[in-house]
């Protein structure tokens, strides 16, 4: 079996972070293993508390994982500060690490901030360089390109830009747009995007974790990076569309919708 490591922050209500990466790897066939950056007290309304590991507790999980059953890939998500990035950064070099993925986790939907200002150079120094590919959505392109992002064609120089700059591929996430529901992939000099039909499900807690752990479940199973980006396209697509109604703000998606087809296949 294809495994998969997540090093991300908890979300006590299960619909993002951590408790994402563990139902979309799982639901996407891989086994999935996890390093916790932070524990948050949050629930479909908002953040209201962050508890950081310490960078020595992380290093130990992330050794702990690596020692034992060595990751077929790795997504990273919420790590809120300087040193924890320093460490992950450390620790990928050592292990020599593959397949990538960083989500570069700023804001939540709901405004709060995970990732402290001063803590986005290091993001940019240290993390990007490694990754694979990186998944911003479009106000975490905006921070990396230092553009403005408005229109498709703004989507296409931003997303050339950061992959120049730090060296990986780029899926800039258009979740954020009125209409639609596209994603830009710019990879190795070339541009793909990837259309989704927008669904019109105001549930959308945790899709930017999602997309990035299934994603990376897909690269831990062998599929070239634009295929494991459609797979992971089509799986989130599932998920909202599975329509779930849980809690007083932008509830969590149903991970473990009713598997039908190519997907039903891969993770008997
Ligand atoms: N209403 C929607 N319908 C279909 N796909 C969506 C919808 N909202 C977001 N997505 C998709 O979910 C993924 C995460 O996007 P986005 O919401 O931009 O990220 P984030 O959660 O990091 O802000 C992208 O593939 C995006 O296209
Ligand atoms: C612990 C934790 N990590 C990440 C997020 C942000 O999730 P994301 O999928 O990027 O976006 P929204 O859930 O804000 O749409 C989080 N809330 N908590």
């Known amino acids: 079996m294809r495994t998969a490591l997540s090093i991300a922050g908890s979300d006590s209500c299960g619909g993002a ?8 790897m799982t639901m996407n066939g891989v086994y999935a293993m996890t390093a916790v950056t932070a524990l948050t007290a949050q629930n479909t309304t908002g953040v209201r ?13 992330i050794d702990a994982v690596f020692e034992d059953i060595f990751p077929d890939a790795v997504k990273i998500g919420m790590v809120s500060a300087s040193e924890l990035i320093r460490v992950i950064a450390k620790k990928l070099r050592d292990y020599e690490a593959k397949h990538i993925v960083v989500d570069p986790v700023m804001v939540a939907t709901s405004g709060s901030v995970l990732l402290k200002t001063d803590a986005v150079e290091t993001l940019e120094k240290e993390l990007l360089p490694l990754a ?8 975490e392109a905006e921070i990396l390109s230092g553009m403005a992002i408005k229109t498709k064609e703004d989507m296409l120089a931003a997303a050339e830009k950061i992959s120049k700059t730090y060296g990986c ?11 639609d529901a596209n994603d830009y992939l710019y990879a190795n000099g070339e541009g793909h995007w990837f259309e989704g039909k927008r669904i019109d499900n105001p549930n959308t807690h945790g899709t930017g974790c999602t997309l990035s752990s299934a994603i990376a479940s897909n690269l831990a199973k062998g599929y070239e990076l634009p295929e494991a980006v459609k797979r992971a396209k089509d799986y989130i697509s599932g998920a909202l569309g599975a329509m779930l109604d849980l809690g007083k703000g932008s509830g969590p998606m149903k991970h473990a919708f009713d598997l039908t087809g190519e997907f039903a296949k891969e993770v008997r």
């Not at 972070?17 to 979309?24: P, R």
């Not at 508390?49 to 999980?61: C, K, M, R, V, Y």
């Not at 694979?132 to 106000?139: D, F, G, H, L, W």
């Open 132 to 139: 694979e590919v990186v998944t911003p959505n479009i106000p």
């Open 49 to 61: 508390a962050i508890q950081e590991a310490t960078p020595e507790f992380l290093g130990q999980q």
């Open 169 to 179: 591929a780029v899926l800039l996430k258009g979740g954020h747009s009125i209409n």
């Open 17 to 24: 972070g951590i408790q994402a990466d563990l139902k979309t």
